[in-house]
């Protein structure tokens, strides 16, 4: 029996657990969400009602990404992802950063300034830039857990307003974006697939 993944192809947070699960080799049934229409499956089992959601098959319910990451490389992590966590980083990213950045991409949703927040995340960036100006990965030479969490959300950011981001003194957030962007992994994890239905023959992640 495999774990069952209830997951949103563009979710970041789901971005990141399945790249997680792909490098650690843990294959899973992926089942896609429609966000409006979630699967009474996946809410009776995590009623917050986010993705991603990780069913294993003890009944253990990983509701969170980051454990969900966690989870998968604690089997196994042949990268040594989790060598290179950083938590002070990760918690600024999916706290002030995020925030900005749903204020600059959904302004009108939010009644926000965009521009204001463009800017707040832009400091952001820059502590990014100098990190990579030292080493090509976040947290050393190699890729490790720390990318992984923080790259989904830079580029949601940059793909806001790509003709803005193209020209931003940002090169070595750019490097190390788009190598994510063009990796083996991140296609993998980006599958498409249609959303689950009951009774649906099984997709998996592997
Ligand atoms: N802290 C959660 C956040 C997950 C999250 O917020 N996911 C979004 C999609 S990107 C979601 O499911 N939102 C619920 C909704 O839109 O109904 C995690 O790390 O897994």
């Known amino acids: 029996m495999y774990p069952i993944c209830y997951s949103f192809r563009r979710c970041p947070y789901a971005m990141r657990a399945r790249m997680a699960l792909l490098v650690s080799g843990q294959a899973v049934e992926l089942r896609e969400v429609a966000l409006r229409d979630k699967p009474a499956q996946m809410l009776a089992i995590s ?10 098959p003890d009944g253990q319910v990983l509701d969170e990404s980051l454990d969900i990451m966690r989870w998968a490389l604690g089997r196994d992590d042949p990268e040594q992802w989790l ?28 009644g926000s300034d965009p521009v204001e927040h463009r800017n707040e995340a832009m400091t952001w960036l820059g502590e990014l830039e100098m990190r990579l100006e030292r080493s090509p990965y976040l947290t050393g030479e190699r890729r490790s857990l720390t990318d992984m969490a923080i790259f989904p959300f830079i580029r949601q950011f940059a793909a806001t307003d790509s003709d803005w981001f193209a020209v931003q003194p940002l090169p070595q957030v750019r490097r190390w974006l788009d190598g994510h962007l063009a990796s083996d992994l991140f296609a993998r994890a980006m599958l498409r697939v249609a959303a689950w239905r009951e009774g649906d023959e099984a997709v998996f992640l592997r």
């Open 47 to 56: 009623p917050k009602g986010t993705v991603p959601v990780l069913l294993l």
């Open 83 to 110: 060598a290179g966590e950083n938590r002070g980083l990760i918690a600024a990213n999916d706290g002030p950063f995020k925030g900005h950045l749903d204020r600059y991409k959904y302004a009108t949703r939010h």
